[in-house]
């Protein structure tokens, strides 16, 4: 007898033929939690990212058949302070500038320190017009690319939180 909870069956105890029903709501199960995994705002990729490195540094690699739609940074484990790390792009491009551009890291000068990066939702209004939202096709390398790095060594942590969907 099939249940409301997706499909699946209820078994009683004694019932031939059981392994078959299962095998059918094991598929079931998969499919729904493949379903959420692409769905869902997850973490994509995490690096760990020089400060004073000029070139681009990848984050994230989006996997064959797949497109990635980031949605948020988070900056974390700051070896040492990041002053003087006043300009970083991010993005998929090839100077890591078309998803958000001249972000300053600078405040972040104690280990402790940590932040989170959006994409603006919208421009300046009024009216308000939301910004449009890259969807990055499979093989593209997202990352950072500093273009003024820390006065100092320093390394951080670069978190990726996004999701992915079927080309």
Same mark, same amino acid.
Do not use: C
């Given at each position: 007898?099939?249940?409301?909870?997706?499909? @699946?069956? !209820? =078994?009683? /105890?004694?019932? !031939?033929?059981?392994?078959?029903?299962?095998?059918?709501?094991?598929?079931?199960?998969? *499919?729904?939690?493949?379903?959420?995994?692409?769905?869902?705002?997850?973490?994509?990729?995490?690096?760990?990212?020089?400060? *004073?490195?000029?070139?681009?540094?990848?984050?994230?690699?989006?996997?064959?058949?797949?497109?990635?739609?980031?949605?948020?940074?988070?900056? /974390? !484990?700051?070896?040492?302070?990041?002053?003087?790390?006043?300009?970083?792009?991010?993005?998929?491009?090839?100077?890591?500038?078309?998803?958000?551009? *001249?972000?300053?890291?600078?405040? @972040?000068?104690?280990?402790? $320190?940590?932040?989170?990066?959006?994409?603006?939702?919208?421009?300046?209004?009024?009216?308000?017009?939301?910004?449009?939202?890259?969807?990055?096709?499979?093989?593209?390398?997202?990352?950072?690319? =500093?273009?003024?790095?820390?006065?100092?060594?320093?390394?951080?942590?670069?978190?990726?939180?996004? $999701?992915?969907?079927?080309?």
């Amino acid at each position: 007898m099939a249940t409301d909870n997706y499909g @699946l069956h !209820t =078994i009683d /105890y004694g019932v !031939t033929g059981w392994d078959a029903i299962m095998t059918t709501d094991m598929e079931i199960i998969d *499919q729904a939690m493949y379903d959420n995994k692409e769905l869902t705002v997850r973490l994509l990729g995490l690096s760990t990212i020089n400060g *004073q490195t000029t070139t681009k540094q990848t984050i994230f690699t989006v996997p064959s058949s797949k497109i990635m739609i980031p949605h948020m940074i988070k900056i /974390y !484990t700051v070896s040492a302070t990041l002053a003087g790390l006043v300009d970083a792009d991010f993005g998929g491009d090839a100077s890591a500038g078309d998803w958000i551009q *001249q972000v300053t890291l600078a405040g @972040l000068t104690g280990t402790t $320190h940590q932040t989170v990066i959006l994409q603006p939702e919208q421009a300046a209004g009024p009216p308000i017009v939301p910004v449009q939202k890259i969807a990055y096709a499979a093989a593209i390398a997202f990352g950072i690319k =500093i273009n003024t790095g820390s006065t100092g060594a320093a390394t951080f942590t670069a978190a990726l939180f996004g $999701h992915l969907a079927d080309a």
